[in-house]
């Protein structure tokens, strides 16, 4: 079974700092997908940035970027010149490849504060 | 416009009733989820629909019944309800099943259990 951890309960940072959220997780498989979800205050989940296992590159969305090291089983996000608007729950997910309609496994998740 | 929509939003109800959560997606998609936040906001699959089929279902009680009457609608049903069915109820949908599917979530219904 896949699973997915995120060691960090809570974290802090300055506005306009960069801050790091580790994620790891254990699968069999070879392909699959990874995410980061946010969840601010109004609960909505929103998708912040994902990585296909098989693509080497990083995946980048404007001030969100991952660091994915698929031998480590590792996918943090880094967030650069954070935001107000960054405080949130984030959530790492990972979903499989193998056939059917696939369920995101979910993290603990990482509740960031971002100070003004 | 909703992408994907929940009613209510807010559920407070007494040990022992039944209530039910509406579904609704207008994104076209083939795929409909449900998933449960507990109060450590640990969030986990419960149901998965494809086109009305249900592919996934991940132990989850007998009192727990999703019912999807088209492929726009998923709804989850809950007969006799209980203390430990308090969380916030996410209904996603995505375009197709296969792991490369955005999933899109609702607002959530928060669900409390006197």
């Known amino acids: 079974a896949q699973t997915v951890t995120q060691s960090q309960p809570e974290m802090s940072v300055q506005e306009a700092e960069t801050v790091t959220l580790s994620c790891t997780y254990d699968?069999?498989?070879?392909?699959?997908?990874l995410f980061w979800y946010k969840q601010p205050p109004s609960r909505q989940m929103i998708l912040v940035i994902r990585?296909?296992?098989?693509?080497?590159q990083n995946a980048t969305e404007n001030r969100f970027s991952v660091n994915f090291q698929k031998a480590a089983k590792s996918f943090s996000l880094k967030i650069s010149d954070s935001q107000l608007g960054d405080t949130a729950m984030y959530f790492c997910a990972f979903t499989g490849s193998r056939g059917g309609s696939e369920k995101l496994v979910f993290g603990k998740g990482t509740k960031l504060t971002v100070n003004p | 416009d909703t992408a994907v929509s929940q009613t209510p939003k807010y559920l407070v109800t007494q040990m022992g009733n039944d209530k039910s959560i509406k579904c609704e997606q207008n994104?076209?998609?083939?795929?409909m989820y449900w998933y449960k936040q507990d109060s450590k906001k640990f969030l986990k699959i419960m149901f998965s629909?494809?086109?009305?089929?249900?592919?996934i279902n991940e132990t989850v009680p007998n009192r727990f019944s999703p019912k999807s009457p088209d492929k726009a609608h998923l709804n989850l049903h809950i007969n006799s309800l209980e203390l430990g069915d308090s969380a916030v109820y996410f209904c996603?949908?995505?375009?197709?099943?296969?792991?490369?599917?955005?999933?899109?979530f609702g607002p959530g219904t928060r669900l409390t259990v006197l």
């Open positions: 996603a949908s995505s375009r197709g099943q296969g792991a490369y599917n955005e999933q899109f």
């Open positions: 629909y494809n086109n009305k089929e249900l592919i």
């Open positions: 699968t069999s498989e070879s392909n699959y997908y």
């Open positions: 994104l076209g998609h083939d795929t």
């Open positions: 990585q296909e296992a098989y693509k080497q």
